[in-house]
């Protein structure tokens, strides 16, 4: 059974900076590409970065991009999310999402998420 749990999420000032875990099990960990997906308040999806699964090769949304960095260290099954300068806008629900064998592919497993709010 596919299980992803994140943590790391809570309340830090605009500026700051937080890092994002999330713990896979159930999983050939390393085969899969892996997404960090948020939801701000009233807010649908986004789709913040992703790793690939073989070379690790990362992709950012541009409203992230050069602030946050995704990471995963296979040999422990998590996935990382970095997150520095952050801004208001930042604050959402941030869900960890695994994805198929090829960027693109679908979303099939996601874990509860973790709220980072950002306020002073």
């Known amino acids: 059974q596919v299980q992803l749990v994140e943590s790391g999420g809570g309340l830090v000032q605009p500026g700051g900076s937080l890092r994002l875990s999330c713990a896979a099990s159930?999983?050939?960990?390393?085969?899969?590409?892996m997404n960090w997906v948020r939801q701000a308040p009233g807010k649908g999806l986004e789709w913040v970065a992703d790793?690939?699964?073989?070379?690790?090769?990362?992709y950012y949304a541009d409203s992230v991009k050069g602030r946050f960095t995704i990471s995963k260290d296979s040999a422990k099954n998590t996935l990382y999310l970095q997150m520095n300068d952050l801004k208001p806008d930042d604050a959402a629900v941030y869900y960890c999402?695994?994805?198929?064998?090829?960027?693109?592919?679908?979303?099939?497993?996601w874990g509860k998420g973790t709220l980072v709010t950002v306020s002073s």
């Open positions: 790793i690939t699964r073989a070379g690790g090769s990362t």
């Open positions: 999402t695994k994805g198929g064998l090829a960027r693109g592919d679908a979303m099939d497993y």
């Open positions: 159930g999983l050939a960990f390393s085969m899969y590409t």
